[in-house]
């Protein structure tokens, strides 16, 4: 098992910067690709960035492309996604969520994730 603690949401003008935090702990000695999602009231939980073991591997969606950067310091078993040049349609609880897979492998697809964070609201005011 794996417990996933995120940090780092809350209020921020568009165009500002926020960094957030997901703490991994129990059965992290397994290699696990890292993921980051997001999900309004009006929308389906959608992928945003991930990472895989080897930290070299690395995807993102079209909309965080160039905004949003994603790391992870395994010394600390913490990932985190920057995100700069926030917009109002960036609002949402963001979700961090690991999948046990290959040291290569990574994943878009929120059914190949084994576990999941609570969330951390992020919101972004015009």
């Known amino acids: 098992q794996v417990q996933l603690v995120e940090s780092g949401g809350g209020l921020v003008q568009t165009g500002g910067s926020l960094r957030l935090t997901c703490a991994a702990s129990?059965?992290?000695?397994?290699?696990?690709?890292m993921g980051w999602f997001r999900q309004t009231p009006v929308k389906d939980r959608e992928f945003v960035a991930s990472?895989?073991?080897?930290?070299?591997?690395?995807g993102y969606a079209d909309s965080a492309k160039g905004r949003f950067a994603i790391s992870r310091d395994k010394a600390k078993n913490t990932v985190y996604l920057q995100m700069n040049n926030l917009k109002p349609s960036d609002t949402a609880i963001y979700y961090c969520?690991?999948?046990?897979?290959?040291?290569?492998?990574?994943?878009?697809?929120?059914?190949?994730?084994?576990?999941w964070g609570q969330g951390t609201q992020v919101t972004v005011s015009s």
């Open positions: 990472m895989a073991w080897n930290e070299v591997n690395t």
């Open positions: 969520a690991a999948e046990n897979t290959t040291p290569w492998d990574l994943s878009r697809s929120m059914d190949r994730y084994d576990y």
């Open positions: 129990g059965h992290t000695s397994t290699t696990y690709a």
